[in-house]
């Protein structure tokens, strides 16, 4: 089992900045995949960022590449989205996730384990 909590969300002007933190909990954690999820009011819960067990590989949403920086700190067990630039359709909810698959595809059945996520509010 794996436990995960989101911190850092918030209210921000268009063009700030914001960062999301998630602290793990439980089995090793670089054993884990980790990703940035998000859900925006009356949509589906979509793919950010995602990075490898020891943050050698990211990958990213094309609607956030060059906006946002995912990392991670492995001794701390925290996993971090850095997010710049926020744009109003940027507003939703954040989620954390982990997954034991090698090569996941970063789909939501892909994920094992789920932080309950902290709201993001970006306004024009």
């Known amino acids: 089992q794996v436990w995960l909590v989101e911190s850092g969300g918030g209210l921000v002007q268009a063009g700030g900045s914001l960062r999301l933190s998630c602290a793990a909990s439980?089995?090793?954690?670089?054993?884990?995949?980790l990703g940035w999820f998000r859900q925006a009011p009356g949509k589906e819960r979509d793919f950010v960022a995602g990075?490898?067990?020891?943050?050698?590989?990211?990958y990213y949403a094309d609607s956030v590449k060059g906006r946002f920086s995912i990392s991670r700190d492995n001794a701390k067990n925290t996993v971090d989205l850095q997010m710049n630039s926020l744009k109003p359709e940027d507003t939703a909810v954040y989620y954390c996730?982990?997954?034991?698959?090698?090569?996941?595809?970063?789909?939501?059945?892909?994920?094992?384990?789920w932080g309950k996520g902290t709201l993001v509010t970006v306004s024009s």
């Open positions: 996730a982990a997954t034991s698959q090698f090569r996941p595809s970063w789909g939501l059945d892909d994920m094992d384990y």
């Open positions: 439980g089995r090793t954690f670089s054993n884990y995949l």
């Open positions: 990075i490898s067990r020891y943050g050698s590989s990211t």
